[in-house]
Every structure is written in structure tokens, then in C-alpha cells.
């Protein structure tokens, strides 16, 4: 398997640092609002990985933080606490906020098949692991006290830029969003490990440390909650994009510095979820949330269905078009596994045309994660020379990492209508790839296309009427 490592820029070959097993890390949540559905995209894309993991055989422990201290609304130590912001917005303690906000993140995933990872760490349970690497990072020099702070010296390392050929001058204070000056800084690239003068009086969540009464800095949470589940060497490490600079760079400087070799060999970013006016961000006012994808009508899975057809190093827009587009697509992939269910119920896998299907599948994942590739032999599958059987048995298997449900919605898809209208299960997937297909054609307003297939259902025997709920069809 290759994947593309941030850290090289290539795809590289993945071969863990113990055999047979992986360790992975996933940057959590803030949980001080709803997660935006661009949040999400990079937790499917996670999700998938890990799933595929296991399926190619490897035992997968996977970490995740909950992010509930310490993370300040710019990443250059500088800002309101998004905690506290969100506990002043809904008049709740920090926790409380953190609790509600947790809970609605796991339904989130929950809607959507996200696996939760083997362990989920609210950074406010691991104050004194913290503590501990702080103090042997003041002890070793690659820490220092200033203004009542404590703040990692950038200037100790060979190289702190390790994803990006930053240079000096790039990184100007007022340049860059999210450099801004600090004079308790020995350097510019410096930053928090533990706050004492924090610039809210009224902040909450203070704990007592040898550096004074305070609290953790955000990037300091993720290596400690990784180390301590994972040991000194992690596998894969997982976030989004706009976490590779500076909060997985100050990562990698605090963890290196602290153990004293390679932390993490492969790192794996998502890339960012656009809508047509730019990224998609919380502050921007641009709030599309799971909720309300269901208050729409739509099914969870067909936003991961909409993210599994692109690569997750491209960035993806968002429009409600391109998902009616993708829901449409979907209903027609079950419509289509709908109508091997009758036949394959009569046949039985063919053990080596399945192993050559599956291939297709796992060389396209092979690639560097290509989920579109692989969605690509899903629909090779229904065209394979196979039995049903057999093409359902594949779907089956690819479906344990895609996580689609599409057997169990081509079953729910069919049932109903047989029940109701006495049709057969070929007869019903036939009609509503039909149906599929006039409403796409309404959304090209190409009408006259709209009205072929309501004659070609009628002449045979199949009327369909257009109601607030959808499209209703019987036999006449």
C-alpha cells in the first residue's frame, strides 16, 4: 500500500513500524459548536483508512483527542478561547459545553458510520502527562519561561518547517494569519506549552503545575495523548490540511525533542471541503451541519457517498446540486443491487472470480487511498462477468470499508413497494433507476427527457405521481 506522506511529499510505501500492527492518531474536535460537515469530510476519509487497514489484515489501534482546554481561536497563541467563547454564547460551564458538544459530534459520526476510534481522550484528563513532558522539555533546553509562560524554543531544532519551505521573511509578523507578535518570545515561531497570563481573568479550567496556576497550550495535548496510548513511535497521524502548519509542525518539534528520534513516520491530510465562495469555516458564517443535511431530507450517507467519489487530496466543493446529484447516483447504485437480490439468493459465490474482483478494489485503495477509483470498481462489479452471488458477495466486502449500508438499503428499497404493490424485486429496481433518471433530467430541465420515461413507466404498466414526500409509483 503507498499513501501520500506529508512529510516527503511522495506517496511512499507504508510499512509500519511494527509488523502486522498500526498505530493512529486522529486530531479530535474542538468541542465548543457543532461540527460543519467540512470538519467531517476529513473524519470520513480517516475512518475510511482505518477500515481499509483492517480489511488489507493489519491490527489497527487508533487514538483520537477531545479537544476541551487550551485552544485559542488563532493557532499563533493568540485569541479568545474557543472554549470559552462557547460557554459565554450558551451561558454553560466549559464542561458542560464540552459534554453537549461531545455527545452531538459522536451522533454526528454515528449518522455518517464513522467508527469511533479504540480510544477518545478529552485533553482535560491528561493535565499531569502533560505537566511531565513540559518539565523534561524546561530540562533538556528546548523550553523556556517568559512573561509567565512557558513557550517551546523553535531555535534549538536543525529544522522546524518540516512540512513547507517556509522562509523567514514569509513568516513576518502581519504576513501570515495567525503570526502575530509576542514579546515574550525569543522567536517568532515559538509557542505556548503552558499558559500562566492568560488574557482572560475569567478563564475557567486552571489546574496547579510548577510553572504557576494555568493551562495547557493546544498543540502539547495531541503528543502526550498519542504517546501515552501509542508509545514513542506512531504510525500514521491523521488531520485535516489546515492542521499541517502550525499544529502538526509543533508536534512533531515538542515530540522529537522530548524522546529524542522520529516520531511519526507517515502523516495523512485531508484536504479542505470548498463551497463556491471558499473554504468552508465556522467564522465565515458557512454552517452546514449533519442536522441540517437531514432537516433537508438528505440520508447521512449520501454526504459520504459525495466524499468517497473524490480523492482525499483534492479539495471538494460543496453545493446542494452536487449532492441531489450524488443522492441520485446512489439511489441508482441500489436500485441496480437491488435487482441481483432475487438471483442471488439461487446462486453461489464463485470463490476465484470474487478474488479477482476484490483486486480491483484493493488496487485501487492501494493507491494512495483512492476511494474514487475504488467506487469506480464498485460499478465495474455490477457489469463483472459473475453471478449474482458473487457480485454480491464483492459488494459486500468492499462495503466493509466504504460503509455505504448498500446491501441493507437495496433490501429496504425493495420491500416496501413488493409488499405494497405485489411487484417483483427486478421490476422495483428497474422502476426507480427510471425514476432516478427523469429526475435528473428535470434538474437539466431537459422536460421533454422527464416526459419519455413517465410514458415509457406508463406503457409499462407503472404509474407514477409526484407527491411533497416524493415520487409514488403502482401497477395499473
Not at 433518471?437 to 427527457?449: F, L, M, P, S
Request: proline share 2%; charged share 25%; aromatic share 10%.
Amino acid at each position: 500500500m503507498k499513501l501520500y506522506n506529508s512529510l516527503t511529499r511522495q506517496k511512499d510505501e507504508f510499512i509500519p513500524h511494527e509488523p502486522g500492527k498500526v498505530s493512529m492518531y486522529t486530531c479530535g474536535p474542538t468541542v465548543y459548536h457543532f461540527a460543519h460537515i467540512g470538519n467531517l469530510r476529513s473524519y470520513i476519509m480517516e475512518d475510511v483508512l482505518e477500515r481499509y487497514l483492517r480489511y488489507a489484515g493489519y491490527d489497527v489501534t487508533r487514538v483520537m483527542n477531545i479537544t476541551d482546554v487550551g485552544h485559542l481561536s488563532s493557532d499563533g497563541d493568540t485569541g479568545e478561547d474557543k472554549m470559552l467563547k462557547g460557554a459565554k454564547r450558551e451561558k454553560k460551564t466549559v464542561l458542560e459545553i464540552a459534554k453537549f458538544y461531545t455527545d452531538a459530534f459522536f451522533e454526528d459520526c454515528k449518522a455518517l458510520n464513522i467508527k469511533t476510534p479504540d480510544v477518545v481522550q478529552p485533553a482535560t484528563g491528561c493535565i499531569d502527562e502533560f505537566i511531565h513532558t513540559i518539565t523534561v522539555l524546561l530540562e533538556k533546553g528546548y523550553a523556556y519561561e517568559a512573561g509567565g509562560n512557558i513557550y517551546f524554543d523553535t531555535s534549538k531544532l536543525k529544522q522546524y518547517y518540516v512540512f513547507n519551505d517556509f522562509e523567514e521573511e514569509d513568516l513576518a509578523v502581519g504576513v501570515r494569519e495567525g503570526v502575530e507578535a509576542d514579546s515574550n518570545k525569543r522567536n517568532k515561531a515559538d509557542f505556548v506549552l503552558w499558559f500562566t497570563k492568560s488574557k482572560f481573568d475569567d478563564q475557567e479550567l486552571k489546574w496547579d503545575s510548577p510553572f504557576g496556576l494555568g493551562y495547557p497550550g493546544w498543540h502539547i495535548e495531541c503528543s502526550c495523548i498519542s504517546m501515552k496510548y501509542l508509545g514513542e513511535y506512531l504510525d500514521i497521524h491523521c488531520g485535516g490540511i489546515d492542521n499541517a502548519f502550525p499544529h502538526h509542525t509543533n508536534e512533531i518539534a515538542q515530540s522529537e525533542a522530548y524522546i529524542g528520534h522520529e516520531w511519526c513516520k507517515y502523516w495523512f491530510h485531508v484536504h479542505h471541503l470548498n463551497t463556491n465562495s471558499g473554504k468552508m469555516s465556522k467564522s465565515k458564517g458557512e454552517f452546514l451541519t449533519v442536522s441540517l443535511l437531514k432537516e433537508k431530507g438528505y440520508d447521512p450517507l449520501v454526504y459520504r457517498f459525495f466524499c468517497l467519489q473524490s480523492h482525499y487530496r483534492k479539495g471538494l466543493v460543496f453545493s446542494y446540486e452536487n449532492l441531489d446529484n450524488a443522492a441520485t447516483a446512489y439511489k441508482k447504485l441500489v436500485a441496480r443491487i437491488a435487482s441481483l437480490l432475487p438471483e442471488g439468493k439461487k446462486s453461489s459465490v464463485d470463490a476465484a472470480k470474487l478474488a479477482e474482483i476484490k483486486k480491483t478494489f484493493a488496487d485501487a485503495m492501494d493507491n494512495d487511498l483512492n476511494t474514487s477509483l475504488a467506487v469506480t470498481a464498485l460499478y465495474d462489479v455490477l457489469k463483472a462477468d459473475a453471478n449474482a452471488a458473487t457480485k454480491l458477495q464483492a459488494i459486500a466486502d468492499m462495503d466493509t470499508v466504504l460503509q455505504l449500508n448498500l446491501l441493507s438499503a437495496a433490501e429496504s428499497a425493495t420491500e416496501p413497494q413488493k409488499e405494497e404493490n405485489g411487484l417483483d424485486a427486478q421490476l422495483v429496481a428497474w422502476i426507480e433507476e427510471r425514476i432516478a433518471a427523469r429526475a435528473n433530467a428535470k434538474k437539466q430541465k431537459n422536460y421533454a427527457e422527464a416526459d419519455a420515461i413517465r410514458a415509457e413507466l406508463l406503457a409499462s404498466g407503472i404509474e407514477i405521481t409526484d407527491t411533497k414526500d416524493g415520487v409514488k409509483y403502482k401497477k395499473i
